[in-house]
């Protein structure tokens, strides 16, 4: 028996560890500027709708 990853997390830990190695040491808005850019690259490639407000007016305040 051996103790080897399904290849499917093999692949997990690298993805992990490229985005680890491209955020690490960014600013709290350089981070969020990435995740934004990376969700918007995910939705067209996906052709997904998003259901987030548009206009500062939209947001609600906490």
């Known amino acids: ?5 399904p ?8 993805i992990r560890e490229k985005i680890y190695s ?4 960014m ?3 350089e981070l969020m500027e990435f995740i934004s850019k990376e ?5 067209l490639r996906f052709n997904l ?3 987030t407000p548009k206009r ?3 947001l609600v305040s906490i």
């Open 1 to 5: 028996m051996t103790n080897e990853e």
């Open 7 to 14: 290849k499917a997390m093999e692949e997990i830990h690298k």
């Open 22 to 25: 491209e955020t690490n040491g």
């Open 27 to 29: 600013t709290i808005h």
């Open 39 to 43: 969700a918007e690259s995910f939705k």
């Open 49 to 51: 709708k998003s259901k």
């Open 56 to 58: 500062k007016t939209d």
